[in-house]
């Protein structure tokens, strides 16, 4: 009778394993396992649902990549990497450290990057193409309708920096702007407030178009501005035009990969064997 018992459990937990590891849809030849499902529910907290539309969409645009023929080479896979790593300060060594200690394989992660430049050339080649750039009235029209949004977006600066080893010739240089002083070097500066440090943006704010901020010790010298005009010389929509063309774009290309996917979605074959 036990043995009789044990192998009924044996049975019943290799065909529960098989059941887990099964295939659950079949999207254009490529399977979505009940595994799959369930790790991304658990990995990203998401619904079964959202799991299964998350999956549906990564096989949709592989199989997209796949027959568009978009190759990426191992030198290009190599080069992201090495963008990436210098970007985070970090070596080759300690980025297969970390992953490591994620749980990551080298291998899986350059999988990951090769699919990620595939995924961004067909968007470039099949949907990107597709956006037409906008007028000025379509982008007026789009800034008006969120003009919120880009109420604290960066502007434009132009700016005269004059720097010197010496506060004195500084003082001088900003009694005369317009008399060359020995010592004293000027460079022209086009300047993005998003760039600029919270207390230099905040000294630039402060300080009148046409006049002087006050010398800056930066412990290598001394360094003033000229603020010339603030925001391009310009206020609403012209002041954070480029701004405004990027949301834009965004949104447009957010919309088209959607639409770009339903399409797919509502003309791919799409099986579903158990869920």
């Known amino acids: 009778m036990k043995k009789l018992l044990s192998l009924l459990l044996f049975c019943m937990l290799t065909l529960e394993a098989q059941v887990i590891d099964a295939v659950a849809i079949d999207v254009e030849?490529?399977?979505?396992?009940?595994?799959?499902i369930q790790a991304v529910q658990q990995n990203l907290k998401m619904s079964k649902d959202a799991a299964i539309e998350m999956l549906i969409r990564d096989r949709l645009e592989k199989a997209a990549i796949e027959?568009?023929?978009?190759?990426?080479?191992?030198?290009?896979?190599q080069q992201k990497i090495n963008t990436i790593a210098t970007s985070k300060q970090l070596t080759i060594a300690q980025m297969k450290s970390l992953l490591q200690k994620r749980g990551l394989t080298w291998d899986s992660y350059l999988k990951q990057i090769k699919l990620e430049i595939q995924k961004?050339?067909?968007?470039?080649q099949h949907i990107l193409s597709t956006i037409d750039r906008p007028s000025d009235?379509?982008?007026?029209?789009y800034y008006n309708t969120h003009k919120e949004a880009f109420s604290s977006a960066p502007t434009q600066m132009s700016l005269v920096a004059y720097t010197?080893?010496?506060?004195?010739?500084?003082k001088e240089a900003i009694s005369n702007p317009m008399k060359p002083i020995e010592g004293v070097s000027k460079k022209n500066i086009l300047a993005s407030s998003d760039q600029m440090s919270p207390a230099l943006l905040n000294l630039i704010?402060?300080?009148?178009?046409?006049?002087?901020?006050k010398p800056i010790n930066t412990g290598k010298g001394f360094i003033?501005?000229?603020?010339?005009?603030?925001?391009?010389?310009?206020?609403?929509?012209?002041?954070?035009?480029?701004?405004?063309?990027?949301?834009?774009?965004?949104?447009?290309?957010?919309?088209a990969s959607k639409d770009f996917l339903n399409k797919l979605k509502a003309n791919a074959k799409i099986r579903v064997i158990r869920l």
């Not at 010197?164 to 500084?170: E, F, R, T």
């Open 29 to 36: 030849g490529q399977a979505i396992t009940v595994l799959e």
């Open 67 to 77: 027959n568009a023929g978009i190759t990426v080479s191992d030198d290009e896979v």
């Open 120 to 124: 961004e050339r067909f968007f470039q």
């Open 137 to 141: 009235d379509e982008l007026k029209t």
């Open 164 to 170: 010197s080893d010496s506060p004195d010739l500084l």
């Open 205 to 213: 704010q402060q300080t009148p178009s046409n006049s002087f901020t």
């Open 224 to 255: 003033t501005y000229f603020v010339k005009s603030k925001g391009s010389g310009q206020s609403g929509f012209e002041a954070v035009k480029n701004a405004v063309l990027s949301s834009w774009i965004q949104s447009k290309r957010v919309q």
